[in-house]
């Protein structure tokens, strides 16, 4: 946090509970997705993540807009890049969540390689100051994978 310029602060009262202060600073915020809110522009969601057990909770994030018409899964980086260059989906409707951690390459270089930065959200398990890094630097949004569950939505009018 402090790498960004931003701070953690506790506020902890007895017997009442704690209170977490995440500060983000503005200039750097795009990257870890809370400016970015995606979901009204889109028409389908693409999930790519090698465990088929968190396609199904990742897509009930998003299963509040009723706009996302259709819902893609991928274990594999090659079926994903298959699908893109299929031309089954128009990649600016499409909504891609992409787990770093893949078995054949990172998500980064998926999002980076198929020009996803607008229309993609990165989830990682383990986020590296590099990988930071290299997302604020190519403008790649992330978001932690274990934080997706609480994921907020906000629809526009």
């Given at each position: 946090?402090?790498?960004?310029?931003?701070?953690?602060?506790?506020?902890?009262?007895?017997?009442?509970?704690?209170?977490?202060?995440?500060?983000?600073?503005?200039?750097?915020?795009?990257?870890?997705?809370?400016?970015?809110?995606?979901i009204?522009?889109?028409?389908?969601?693409?999930?790519?993540?090698?465990?088929?057990?968190?396609?199904?909770?990742?897509?009930?994030?998003?299963?509040?807009?009723?706009?996302?018409?259709k819902?893609?899964?991928?274990?594999?980086?090659?079926?994903?890049?298959?699908?893109?260059?299929?031309?089954?989906?128009?990649?600016?409707?499409?909504?891609?969540?992409?787990?770093?951690?893949?078995?054949?390459?990172?998500?980064?270089?998926?999002?980076?390689?198929?020009?996803?930065?607008?229309?993609?959200?990165?989830?990682?398990?383990?986020?590296?100051?590099?990988?930071?890094?290299?997302?604020?630097?190519?403008?790649?949004h992330?978001?932690?994978?274990?934080?997706?569950?609480?994921?907020?939505?906000?629809?526009?009018?």
């Amino acid at each position: 946090m402090e790498y960004i310029g931003g701070k953690i602060s506790l506020e902890s009262t007895e017997e009442v509970g704690t209170k977490v202060i995440l500060e983000i600073p503005y200039t750097k915020r795009l990257a870890f997705s809370h400016d970015f809110n995606p979901i009204n522009p889109y028409q389908a969601l693409v999930i790519l993540d090698a465990d088929p057990s968190i396609h199904l909770s990742m897509a009930k994030v998003f299963e509040k807009n009723r706009t996302m018409e259709k819902k893609y899964f991928f274990e594999t980086i090659t079926a994903a890049t298959d699908f893109i260059t299929s031309g089954s989906s128009n990649k600016k409707n499409t909504l891609f969540l992409v787990d770093n951690d893949l078995p054949e390459s990172t998500g980064y270089s998926f999002i980076r390689d198929n020009n996803l930065q607008s229309s993609s959200i990165l989830l990682t398990a383990i986020l590296t100051e590099e990988l930071m890094e290299q997302c604020i630097n190519d403008r790649i949004h992330f978001f932690p994978k274990n934080l997706i569950n609480y994921y907020q939505i906000e629809r526009s009018q």
